[in-house]
């Protein structure tokens, strides 16, 4: 066993190889000869070491050098040192204060993690990357400064720094991993330092949840050279309320905000091209989002539950509301297009001109009142608009050729019109409509085979109805509880 409690090396040590006092659990105070050049891996790992001076000799601070030196509280590192290895100082549970160079150019993996006394940090001007997990767990770590050359964050490198407040990223920052602020819950504020064009034109990558369970961020700023939200990326920060994002974002993807439920307002700039499933799912305090031109696809879920929403600037050039879009949403009741000039006009009517209205795009969607097709709607899915209870007026047009089952359940619609184009009604598509009084057919050029189970059932306010000649089937109880209708006309082929 070694008993070594202190060690003074002669001045021409040049090298400790690795492993060479591991273990030395008395070993209390060494000082290194300003010569040495050498320290090798794990060294002096599990050493009883209160503080270490490191000279610039050393180029290489190797793999676990001092590693779980769990009485260490005090590290200077002299300059000219240029890398700290993986595990270096890993463990260190008592290490407060930490001198680095400025000759320093990288923090590679689990450097510094669970030195969880850590508390505040400066990141030489001379560092380009810090490696994943490097600081990760540094539970007491308060102020964290970047430096100027910082250009990679690697993944989870300041993960679960749960104490850290305020996060400044300097112009040269290009690449921010995945994780690397996730579960910061007092991290409140995170801002972008910008420069020049020539920065602006190199894109700044940020990963999946970066910002993930940020519980404190209120706010955020991102530069204009941020073009891609990746997936989660402010999951469940839930104090978020403000962001705003650049003018040269592409893309936001799914869940990127997700959990985000006092985020009050999103505009997306221009160059947003699409919007991910279930982006903005949940965002109960959201009330505005505005869709620019280049947004054409409004993904699955992406709005869904978003109970305050009350207005949306839509683009006209949207060719697809996905499943549950608008689903849940419940005070929404005002929508402004943008024309292909940047004109807006702004109505209470959603005029809906994607191809297929996908099903549940607007699920329990209950403020709104009127809805317009354009020509290029051809198809509604099944529970389209399932339990819309104010919706009142639906204008169809001839191109519909497909109304799924449930499409209109619930809803209050008072006339309809089926043109020529709709070959059959689906079971249960206008079930529970109470408020209908009239349903038209276009008699002369219909095509319509069949009116299946329970169609119009529940119709408590129809008073009569014709049904075309081509009709060859009608379904069960699909007139079921018309209490009111007086009046039926029947196809004389109907089998």
């Known amino acids: 066993m070694c008993e070594f409690i202190e060690i003074n090396f002669p001045v021409s040590l040049k090298r400790i190889c690795e492993y060479a006092f591991y273990n030395c659990s008395k070993l209390d105070k060494i000082v290194f000869p300003q010569n040495i050049c050498d320290i090798q891996s794990c060294a002096f790992s599990q050493c009883r070491l209160s503080k270490i001076v490191i000279p610039g000799f050393i180029n290489n601070i190797k793999d676990g050098t001092f590693c779980n030196c769990k009485y260490l509280t005090e590290v200077v590192i002299e300059k000219g040192t240029g890398a700290i290895d993986i595990n270096a100082f890993r463990g260190c549970s008592n290490l407060r204060t930490v001198s680095l160079p400025q000759s320093l150019n990288i923090i590679n993996s689990y450097a510094f993690k669970q030195c969880i006394l850590l508390q505040d940090l400066i990141i030489p001007d001379t560092v380009e990357i810090i490696g994943e997990f490097a600081f990760s767990c540094c539970s007491n770590m308060r102020t964290l400064k970047l430096g100027e050359s910082l250009k990679t964050i690697k993944r989870n490198a300041f993960y679960r720094c749960s104490n850290l407040q ?105 160059s947003t091209k699409a919007i991910g499933k279930n982006s903005f799912a949940g965002r109960s305090s959201l009330e505005d989002v505005i869709l620019l031109p280049n947004i054409t696809q409004i993904e699955d879920s992406s709005f869904q539950n978003c109970t305050s929403l009350k207005k949306i600037t839509l683009s006209n050039n949207i060719t697809r509301i996905g499943k549950w879009a608008f689903a849940g949403c419940v005070k929404l009741n005002a929508f402004t297009y943008i024309g292909n000039d940047d004109s807006l006009a702004e109505t209470d009517v959603l005029e809906i001109k994607c191809e297929i209205v996908e099903e549940r795009s607007f699920d329990n969607y209950k403020s709104i009142k009127r809805i317009g097709f354009s020509n290029a709607v051809t198809t509604i899915q099944k529970f389209a608009f399932y339990n819309c209870s104010y919706l009142r007026e639906v204008i169809f047009i001839n191109n519909i050729k497909e109304i799924g089952e449930y499409a209109f359940y619930g809803c209050q619609i008072e006339s309809i019109t089926i043109h020529t184009s709709l070959t059959n009604i689906q079971q249960c598509t206008f079930l529970n409509n109470s408020n209908l009084v009239k349903v038209n057919f276009d008699h002369q050029n219909s095509k319509l085979k069949e009116i299946a ?12 109805i014709n049904i075309p000649s081509t009709v060859e089937t009608i379904g069960d109880d699909c007139f079921f509880s018309c209490s009111k209708l007086k009046n039926v006309i029947l196809p004389k082929q109907l089998k």
């Open 166 to 270: 305020v996060v400044t990223f300097q112009p040269l920052i290009t690449e921010i991993f995945e994780s690397v602020f996730a579960e910061c819950t007092k991290l409140s504020r995170i801002s972008f330092l910008e420069k020049n064009q020539t920065h602006i034109n190199n894109a700044l990558y940020i990963g999946e949840r970066v910002f993930c369970n940020c519980i404190s961020l209120a706010a955020i700023i991102f530069p204009n050279n941020v073009k891609l939200i990746m997936k989660e990326t402010f999951y469940n920060c839930k104090n978020l309320k403000n962001i705003y994002v650049g003018n040269n974002l592409e893309k936001v993807e799914e869940l990127a905000f997700s959990g985000c439920s006092n985020l009050l307002k999103m505009e997306l700039p221009k």
């Open 453 to 464: 189970n329970d169609a119009f059932s529940n119709g408590l306010s129809l008073l009569e």
